[in-house]
Structures are given as structure tokens and as C-alpha cells.
């Protein structure tokens, strides 16, 4: 598959979600640079923004195995990743796959599972497979975890670890629709829910190759350097005390390049890397007590690094392409 190619794709995907999530674009772009390259997301959002149809209208969009999973304080480890059972008449152990061995997965309120049942998601979030009784089981590809949290509500939930946020490429938000957009919401729904009609637009086939393709995105090293930079000043900022880890350098490194595909280029230029750092690093950064106090959230803290380091200069004939 060629870029031009690989990008329509994804204009194909970003317009058939947006028949579903009206008045979130840039929602629905991440969702999508995320898909492209390979990383998954953690929204955390108020009830009844459109977390749970996003994730379905991606799913059906490329033709993908959806998967829900409800977490709750009594769910285990087994109940997601799945069991294996004895089978009487053939006198061997037959493999049960849980839920999240799907294509597009939602881990709906993924903070009420206890610690113990959130780590059976880290090998799968990190390695795409999982492994029950010493036996390992891939997950097809394209997968993508999409996990959502509630802010609202602080009783009966478990925080998420460090390493499980550190293993979501973006914390996005939703947010309210504006005034129009509600009443475009309702109008849709006014018969049936644009859910229920929507069409495969692409196949999974045609997501994988445009993953590959987004491998080949063109990133100068002054880029590279500029994305080192912004995660290395996390770590020595003086209102942080754990800053983003090499994990958030690839991922933003990585969905830079499928941003710049998005945007029709064949290479990244910084205001790709601005545009998501917030996103990629946000969650990753964990500010000091006193910080914490005032209410300061990691993605102001990521908006004054992005504020301090350096943006690479131009080029007259266009930024740093290739040559």
C-alpha cells in the first residue's frame, strides 16, 4: 500500500465515526492516529458522551471483532483473558478465549476492576497476546484497547498504576457536544441510532497495511531530538516528581508519524509533535503534592515543557523534508 493509499483509508474511517460522534473531529482523529499506530487509548470522561459507541463505530467501521468488557470489583483476571476448561468426551483442556481477545476491545470503567484483575490487561496492552495456564495465545491484529474511566465517581474504585497508564499511547476527552451539536445528536437518533446502519468502510487487511506504511512516515533527527527533549524536561521539571518514561518517547515518535499521514505528508514536522504531547504525555506525568493541591493536571504541566524546549527551525522550501 502506498501513502496516498494508507491515507485514505483513514479519511475513510474519520468520516464514517463522525456520522456516530457528531462535533468531536479531533476525538475521533486520535482515536484514529492511535489505531494507526498500534497504541491504545484511556478516556476519561463524563457518562453519556459517546465513549462506548466510538469504540463500536471503530469496530465496525474496519470490520472488527468488538468486544466489551464491564469491569467490576468482583470480575478475575480469568474472566477477561479467558479459561481453560476440561473437556469430558475428548479428556483434554479446550481454551475459552475472554474478551480481550477481540479487535477493537472496551474496557468500560476499567478503575472499579481491582489491581490484581487491571494487571491481566498488561501483557496484552504491551505484547498483543495473552497467557493462560503456561499457554500463550496471540491476539489478531489490527487491536486496539480502548478503556474508559469515570472522574466522577471516587467510591469503589482502584486508581490505575503508574506502568498500566504508561501503557496507553493518549488519554483523550470527549467532553459535552456544544448546543448545536446536541441538537444535531438528537436529530440523528430521532428514528433509529446511526450505529445500527453503519458500514464497513475498510477491512482490517487494509488497517494493518496502512500501519506499515506508517513506519515509513520520513522523521528528521532534529525532530527526534526536539521529541527526546520534551520527555527528557518532564523527568527534570521542578513541579514533577516521576516524568514520562522512553515508552512515551516512542509513542509520540510513533503517532506523529500517522499524524503527519493524516495530514497528508510524508514526513512529521514539530507542530505534529505539539499537537499530541499533551495527549501522549499528559497521563504519564505526575506532579508533586503541592502541585497536586493546586489542582494542576500533567497536561498543563506538559503545555509549560512544551513552552520552554525548543522548537527546530524551518526551512524555506518546506520542513526538513527528505534531502
Given at each position: 500500500m502506498e501513502q496516498?493509499?494508507?491515507?485514505?483509508?483513514?479519511?475513510?474511517?474519520?468520516?464514517?465515526?463522525g456520522k456516530v460522534i457528531i462535533g468531536k473531529?479531533?476525538?475521533v482523529e486520535l482515536a484514529v492516529t492511535a489505531l494507526l499506530s498500534q497504541g491504545h487509548i484511556l478516556i476519561k470522561d463524563t457518562p453519556g458522551v459517546g465513549k462506548t459507541m466510538l469504540a463500536k463505530?471503530?469496530?465496525?467501521?474496519?470490520?472488527?471483532?468488538?468486544?466489551?468488557?464491564?469491569?467490576?470489583?468482583?470480575?478475575?483476571?480469568?474472566?477477561?483473558?479467558?479459561?481453560?476448561?476440561?473437556n469430558q468426551q475428548t479428556g483434554e483442556f479446550v481454551f475459552r478465549p475472554g474478551p480481550i481477545l477481540g479487535q477493537i476491545v472496551l474496557a468500560d470503567e476499567i478503575n472499579r476492576?481491582?489491581?490484581?484483575?487491571?494487571?491481566?490487561?498488561l501483557e496484552a496492552l504491551a505484547e498483543r497476546q495473552v497467557t493462560v495456564d503456561?499457554?500463550?495465545?496471540?491476539?489478531?491484529?489490527?487491536?486496539?484497547?480502548?478503556?474508559?474511566e469515570n472522574p466522577i465517581e471516587h467510591e469503589g474504585v482502584f486508581p490505575l498504576p503508574e506502568a498500566q497508564l504508561d501503557r496507553f499511547m493518549m488519554r483523550?476527552?470527549?467532553?459535552?457536544?456544544?448546543?448545536?451539536?446536541?441538537?444535531?445528536?438528537?436529530d440523528s437518533q430521532r428514528m433509529e441510532h446511526p450505529i445500527d446502519s453503519l458500514g464497513v468502510v475498510v477491512s482490517a487487511d487494509e488497517v494493518r497495511e496502512a500501519q506499515e506504511v506508517v513506519k515509513e512516515i520520513f522523521v528528521h533527527e532534529k525532530v527526534q531530538l526536539y521529541i527526546v527533549g520534551l520527555v527528557y524536561a518532564t523527568r527534570k521539571h521542578d513541579n514533577v516528581i516521576l516524568g514520562a518514561s522512553p515508552r512515551a518517547s516512542l509513542d509520540l515518535f510513533r503517532s506523529s508519524q500517522a499524524l503527519a499521514l493524516l495530514r497528508g505528508r510524508d514526513y512529521v514536522v514539530p507542530d505534529d509533535v505539539k499537537e499530541l504531547a499533551a495527549v501522549v504525555m499528559?497521563?504519564?506525568?505526575?506532579?508533586?503534592?503541592?502541585?497536586r493541591m493546586k489542582g494542576m493536571h500533567g497536561s498543563q504541566i506538559i503545555e509549560?515543557?512544551?513552552?520552554?524546549?525548543?522548537?527546530?527551525?524551518?526551512?524555506?522550501?518546506?520542513?526538513?523534508a527528505r534531502g
Open positions: 496516498p493509499q494508507a491515507q485514505d483509508v483513514a479519511g475513510r474511517i474519520i468520516d464514517n465515526v473531529n479531533w476525538a463505530s471503530l469496530a465496525q467501521s474496519i470490520d472488527g471483532v468488538f468486544r466489551r468488557i464491564q469491569l467490576t470489583p468482583d470480575m478475575l483476571p480469568s474472566d477477561i483473558t479467558g479459561v481453560s476448561v476440561f476492576a481491582p489491581p490484581k484483575t487491571q494487571s491481566a490487561l503456561g499457554i500463550t495465545h496471540n491476539i489478531a491484529r489490527p487491536f486496539m484497547l480502548i478503556a474508559t483523550i476527552e470527549l467532553g459535552y457536544p456544544s448546543f448545536d451539536d446536541e441538537i444535531r445528536v438528537i499528559g497521563h504519564r506525568v505526575i506532579g508533586t503534592p503541592a502541585v509549560d515543557v512544551l513552552g520552554h524546549v525548543p522548537v527546530p527551525g524551518a526551512r524555506a522550501n518546506g520542513w526538513m
